[in-house]
């Protein structure tokens, strides 16, 4: 196998590196445009690997060798991000890359049970049996007892609204 043909081999499927980098360059960019670039790195280092079991030097000394080493990106951007870029818009980080995204992640996907879990420890602590977490658009979440036991709120709750029958914290 020449040179020549495992690099056509390489290049074959090789993502548009030029298009994607000025996508994310202009700010014009999709997830999928990064998985190019990753995809397309990983391509380079194929072709540098290859070309160094051949040795070849170009004119003013320049060969594969000296080509700058792109691994570091590459790896980077292959821990940062999922496989398949292509389908989804969000959750393009992959799990495990940060601790922090991955707690909000889990936080997003499982609200409904964590507020749930959040309004029956309020009721324990309270003794406050009709207690309620809610959300709106005005306020957002908030809690909600009947105004007959606005006594037993803890003071750490902050009032934020009263109604007709029940008081907003």
Request: charged content about 25%.
């Amino acid at each position: 196998n020449s040179l020549t043909n495992i690099i056509r081999n390489f290049l074959s499927g090789c993502p548009d590196l030029e298009r994607a980098i000025n996508r994310i360059r202009f700010k014009k960019f999709s997830p999928k445009d990064i998985g190019d670039v990753r995809d397309a790195l990983r391509r380079i280092l194929d072709i540098q690997h290859a070309a160094l079991d051949y040795l070849i030097p170009y004119e003013d000394d320049f060969a594969f060798n000296n080509i700058a080493d792109f691994s570091p990106l590459y790896n980077l951007l292959r821990s940062a991000l999922v496989d398949d870029l292509s389908t989804s818009r969000e959750n393009i980080i992959a799990d495990g890359y940060s601790n922090q995204l991955d707690q909000l992640k889990y936080i997003k996907n499982n609200i409904s049970d964590l507020i749930t879990d959040l309004q029956a420890q309020y009721i324990n602590q309270t003794n406050i049996n009709t207690l309620k977490i809610k959300s709106n658009a005005i306020l957002g979440w908030y809690i909600e007892i009947p105004l007959s036991q606005k006594s037993k709120a803890p003071n750490e709750f902050i009032h934020k609204q009263t109604l007709v029958n029940s008081m907003r914290y």
